[in-house]
């Protein structure tokens, strides 16, 4: 109708870049080998699966919106105050909540150069500007961030270990950040693989949110606990925080079946003991296998390792055509400011053997699609 307003949604919104996920499936292959999107190699533990099942009987009952018995045995397995926990439909959900509670036009959210891609995202989304901080031999910059933090930042988001480097900051490092960040700003700490990381002078951020009231960790299901599908993540912050977040989110953001299946996940650590042994094994295998034929791995704490090819852009690309003519699924690392780079999930051994072997072939013809 001429005169009236037109429809525009909020500012920012439409300079949103789509996410794009991992590709799951190859034209005209019945199967893959999906190492594109850091899941599980082990898949999720079998009581969290008959958890699932059994939560099937009770589909017409909401679920407990306040996920007591989840946090309870989040709580209990981590060590945590329950009371001091949210949970939500995936981290992902979270940390788009954060950004909605204390960021919007006029405000900056800072993230690193190589950061998860959901912080711009989450920042454009209340209108905020996010502020890309470059890193330093892949790896987020402290005194970067904390020189470029301001009066209109709001948040910092890190990822620790970050997706899709693969690099962490030591517990030293992020409480130095923390400390010399402004009072006013949340540092969010995402430890989506904390569960993976093995290296010694990691934390995965509960004891520094314990020792401030401006830092919340977010922590997820879909990684080590092998439950993506079911969207399940949670945070633990201080009081205040997590009261804006349960104002905030929706009533019932968790499915009772990813709650069940949840509380189950958590009870089964042997399950969880085994997918470190495994990732451990696996990623150092590959690694190893990649920086044989000719390919840089930097170092990862997470459940995967980014492959640098020396041929730059164009043999990355020929790389990823050649995995795929093999059925095997990779993640190009164009969005992320590493076109040179496939990023690799760790899989299942046969898996790996398969990946391994078409990466040592590719570069044993001559590292490009015609050789
Ligand atoms: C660093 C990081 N944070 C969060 C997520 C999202 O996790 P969720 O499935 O819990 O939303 C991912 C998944 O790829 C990730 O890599």
């Known amino acids: 109708m001429s005169g009236a307003p037109s429809l525009e949604p909020r500012p920012g919104i439409l300079s ?24 599980g190699a082990l898949g999720p533990s079998p009581e969290a699966v008959a958890a699932y099942r059994a939560a099937g009987d009770a589909l017409d009952r909401y679920p407990d919106g ?15 105050d329950p009371a001091r926990i949210v949970c939500g439909a995936g ?3 979270i940390l788009g909540l954060l950004a909605r509670a204390y960021a919007g036009e006029g405000d900056e959210v800072l993230y690193s150069e190589h950061g998860f891609l959901i912080y711009p995202i989450a920042a454009r989304a209340v209108g905020a500007e996010p502020v890309k901080v470059k890193e330093v031999d892949l790896t987020a910059d402290v005194d970067g961030l904390i020189g ?11 990822a620790n270990p970050n997706n899709p480097t693969g690099s962490y900051l030591p517990a030293d490092e992020l409480r130095r950040l923390r400390d010399g960040l402004p009072d006013g700003v949340l540092l969010v700490i995402d430890a989506a693989y904390a569960e993976y990381v093995t290296e010694g002078d990691y934390e995965a951020g509960a004891a520094l949110v314990d020792e401030t009231d401006n830092t919340i960790m977010t922590r997820t299901f879909s990684k080590i606990f092998g439950l993506g599908s079911l969207r ?31 509380v189950a996940a958590l009870a089964d650590t042997a399950h969880t003991e085994r997918a470190v042994a495994h990732n451990a094994a696996e990623k150092a295998r590959i690694a190893l296998v990649l920086t044989e034929a000719g390919i840089t791995v930097p170092p990862s704490a997470g459940n995967f390792v980014l492959a640098r090819f020396p041929g730059g852009a164009d043999q990355a690309a020929a790389a990823d055509a050649f995995l795929k003519s093999r059925g095997i699924i990779v993640r190009r690392m164009g969005a992320y400011g590493l076109p040179d780079s496939l990023r690799i999930t760790v899989g299942l051994t046969e898996q790996m053997d398969a990946a391994a072997a078409a990466f040592s072939d590719f570069m044993a013809q001559g590292g490009s699609d015609d050789g």
């Not at 470029?148 to 890190?158: D, F, K, Q």
Request: with cysteine; charged share 20%; net charge positive.
């Open 91 to 93: 981290s992902d959900e």
């Open 66 to 80: 306040g996920c007591t018995a989840l946090r309870r045995a989040i709580g209990a397995r981590f060590g945590l």
């Open 16 to 39: 949103i870049d789509p996410y794009q996920g991992g590709e799951s499936a190859l034209e005209g292959r019945a199967e893959v080998i999906k190492l594109s999107s850091n899941e």
């Open 232 to 262: 399940l993540g949670w945070a633990y912050g201080p009081p205040a925080v997590i009261d804006v977040l349960n104002r905030l989110r929706m009533p019932f953001n968790v499915s009772g079946a990813a709650q069940a299946a949840g």
């Open 148 to 158: 470029r933090a301001g009066n209109r930042t709001r948040l910092v988001y890190i």
